[in-house]
Every structure is written in C-alpha cells, then in structure tokens.
C-alpha cells in the first residue's frame, strides 16, 4: 500500500485506523449480517451507532445539559441559510463577521432572507486578520452574532471568542471543530460539516443551546425547520447513515488521543513545524495572514513567483504530498493539517519545504 501524504482541505485526510476499521465492517456489520448502510435507519444496530456518536460528541466537547446534538445531511452550506430563516424573525437583523470566503457565503445567503449588519469585514486587508475579539460590541437587539471560528482557505483562526452579552453567539466550526477545547456555553449554536476534522463527507453537526431554539421560526418546511430537525435529533428523515458510522470511529479515535486537549496539543505541535520553517525562510515563504491569527488547521503560504509555486508543487506531488495548492480564489499554496493528518506527514512537509528553499531560495 503506497498511500499518499494528505493535505487535501476536504474531504480530508481520515486516521489509517478509522479507514480500516470501515472497510472491516462494511460488509458485515458487527456480525449481522449485513451492512449499517443497508440496514434500517430505524433499526436497532442504527439508533445505537447514532446515539452513541452523539454521546461521544458531548463528551468529547464536554457539552453543558441545555444542549441538543444532533446531526443533519445537506453539509454546512444548508445551515447558511437555515440560521437566518429560523433565528432572525421578519423585520429583525442579526451580526455577521465578514472573515473570508466562508464567513462572507453565510452572510450573503444571510442577506438574501433577512436584514443583516456587517459587524466586521476583513475586505481592505484582503482577509488576512480578524477583529480583535476584545473591541466586539454586539448590536443592541441583534438576533445573534455570527463568526467563522477559521476560515478554511484565508487561513486566519479565531484563539478568543468574544463576549456577546445577551446576543446569543453563533459558530461555524467546519474546519476546526474539536481541534481544541472550545467553552461551549459560550455559544447559543455550533455547527460543523464533518467532513475536514470528523469523517467522511455527507453530515453537518449540530449543536444549539435548546433556550435558543426555542426564538426558532413556526411554519417553515419540514426540513427546514429547526425545532422540528431538534425534536426528532435529526432523524426525521432518512439521516446520513455512512458519515455518521465515520465519524463515531474518529471520536473513538480522538478519544483515544487524549481528546480536545490532546488535539489542541498535536495541533499545535504540527503547525509550528510548518511555521517554523516559513519563519526561518521569511521572505521565500511569506504569509498572507496577521501572525497572531495564524491557523493550525489551515497553513497557507506563497512563494516567491508562480513558477516556483508551479515547481514547489510538482516536486511535492513527486514525493506524494498532494493537496497543496491553494484554493483557486487565493492561488498559493495551502496545507490543511486537520486531526486526521498525521504528524509524519507533516514532518515530511516541512522537511521538503526546507530543502526546497535552500535550493531555490
Ligand atoms: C468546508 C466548509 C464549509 C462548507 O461545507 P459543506 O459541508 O461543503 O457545505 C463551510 N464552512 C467552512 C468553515 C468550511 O471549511
């Protein structure tokens, strides 16, 4: 087996242990039988994988009672527009951070639905900061305060959250979720597609304050609807069976790892020999991104000229490091060293990031 060293921004890298483990039990599951993914979701062997993973997440993220976990199917982009449909009531507005590409995505569909106040935007320093979490002051009366906790192709991560008083506070986690310990009682809503740091594509996760969904909306479609989604625990219809069992693995997975805290420190651990090596080749690597926002998850950079960028990416490729090249809004290059990635990885990254630069720089 030849297989490839990672950095794909997602789907993303998975633990060789969580694939094998799949691959295991795909044909028959816990000696059914049969597979979990031809079973019913109704079934025994499903509720228990559903509800288990669903325990796993609150211990992992250490979820204070008052919460509802669950998990939906359309990814992260769907809650885009299911937030503002349900938490901002006609005539209301609530807070958006314009951060980069994913921030802007939920405030724009935001806008198509209800009013909305632009509380930061990042726009003239093309991304590459984030408001100092300190000097956020909510609007009086918002329905909430909305940010990305990092934006996964501008590369800049929130490490503080701010005080949003009575504004209920809102989270996209896609690509930093359980990367670290986050205080959840902080947030009024949590959500993450699965698909970067938790298990294979097709889920989004869940998590709101239940006193917040509450000021959800009466009358929209089914699906839509988030009291209902939260009432049924997101089996209302037929949930995303095959991300589901992959993210189980990977909390048991991370579990095993020593869990948000033992994330937090391979992160840590990980990104700084990336890092390391941009700063000891300071001006051939060089970094869009405001260095006290830097993200572990998502590590960008550029080269001197295209044409390097161009080598830097072949010469990688022939070594078997794929995913690097940046995201085609940004150009560059970008490495996503999410949970999954392992620390070899990286160290094979930065090792060639060295040489490279020695002999073209
Ligand atoms: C990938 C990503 C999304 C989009 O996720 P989908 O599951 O593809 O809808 C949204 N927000 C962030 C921060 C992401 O990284």
């Not at 950095?7 to 691959?23: C, I, M, W």
């Not at 093309?126 to 009366?141: E, K, M, N």
């Not at 391979?266 to 926002?293: C, H, L, Q, T, W």
Request: glycine residues 10%; negative net charge; contains cysteine.
């Amino acid at each position: 087996m030849n297989r490839k060293l990672n950095f794909n921004a997602g789907p993303s890298a998975l633990p060789l242990e969580v694939l094998q483990q799949l691959q295991d039990q795909m044909v028959d599951y816990q000696g059914e039988g049969l597979s979990i993914v031809e079973n019913s979701h109704r079934g025994k062997s499903f509720d228990k994988l559903y509800h288990d993973t669903i325990d796993l997440v609150k211990e992992l993220m250490n979820i204070p009672s008052g919460y509802s976990v669950f998990f939906l199917g359309g990814g992260a982009t769907l809650q885009f527009g299911m937030i503002p449909m349900n938490f901002i009531p006609q005539g209301g507005s609530a807070d958006y951070t314009r951060t980069g590409s994913w921030a802007n995505g939920a405030c724009d569909d935001a806008m198509k639905v209800r009013d909305v106040h632009v509380a930061f935007d990042g726009k003239s320093s093309g991304y590459s900061t984030l408001p100092d979490p300190a000097g956020i002051t909510p609007s009086s009366g918002a329905s909430y305060f909305y940010l990305c906790s990092n934006e996964t192709i501008g590369g800049v991560q929130w490490k503080q959250w701010p005080e949003t008083g009575s504004v209920p506070l809102i989270a996209d986690m896609s690509s930093d979720i359980l990367s670290r310990p986050v205080p959840v009682d902080k947030f009024s809503l949590i959500f993450a597609g699965v698909q970067k740091n938790l298990g294979p594509s097709g889920a989004a996760l869940i998590i709101v304050k239940d006193e917040f969904l509450n000021t959800a909306a009466d009358g929209l479609p089914s699906y839509l609807d988030y009291k209902k989604q939260a009432s049924k625990e997101g089996l209302m219809n037929t949930p995303p069976v095959f991300p589901v069992w992959g993210v189980k693995l990977v909390l048991e997975w991370v579990k095993k790892h020593g869990g948000a805290s033992g994330m937090e420190k391979r992160a840590e651990k990980k990104a700084a020999m990336i890092y390391d090596v941009m700063d000891r080749y300071d001006g051939f690597y060089s970094s869009p991104v405001d260095a006290r926002y830097r993200s572990l998850m998502n590590i960008v950079f550029r080269l001197p000229d295209e044409d390097l960028e161009k080598l830097f990416l072949q010469n990688s490729a022939a070594d078997g490091m794929i995913g690097l090249k940046g995201h085609r809004s940004v150009g560059g290059c970008r490495a996503s060293i999410y949970n999954g990635v392992p620390e070899e990885s990286v160290e094979a990254l930065a090792g060639f990031m060295d040489e490279f630069a020695r002999k073209h720089g």
